[in-house]
């Protein structure tokens, strides 16, 4: 049974930083790609960032280009996102996802390629 757990969310004001995490059991990471979602009251929910099973490809939706990173710890299964110079609009519920099909890339954008969710850490930037 493949579980994920996310943490790390908070409130902090505009310009700051938060690192969340994501940490998964039955499903290795390094055999399966993952993603961050986010979802703000009233909108669908969005991609945010990926990486590939190998962990050499990244992804990042062009609003948080330049500003989040994503990585992961092999070692704890557990994938992080450090989310730098934060603003309002940031503000969303941040889900973690892992992909259905190992050794696959594919769309990172694409929820339906994601087969197990987290259940999601509250980010609140305030002005």
């Known amino acids: 049974q493949v579980q994920l757990v996310e943490s790390g969310g908070g409130l902090v004001q505009a310009g700051g930083s938060l690192r969340l995490s994501c940490a998964a059991s039955?499903?290795?990471?390094?055999?399966?790609?993952m993603g961050w979602f986010r979802q703000a009251p009233g909108k669908e929910r969005e991609f945010v960032a990926g990486?590939?099973?190998?962990?050499?490809?990244?992804n990042y939706a062009d609003s948080v280009k330049g500003r989040f990173t994503i990585s992961r710890d092999i070692l704890k299964n557990t994938v992080y996102l450090q989310m730098n110079s934060l603003k309002p609009e940031d503000t969303a519920l941040y889900y973690c996802a892992v992909k259905g099909r190992p050794y696959y890339s594919g769309t990172y954008s694409d929820k339906v390629e994601y087969d197990n969710w987290g259940q999601g850490t509250q980010v609140t930037v305030s002005s």
């Open positions: 990486l590939s099973w190998s962990g050499g490809n990244t």
């Open positions: 039955g499903r290795a990471f390094t055999e399966y790609s």
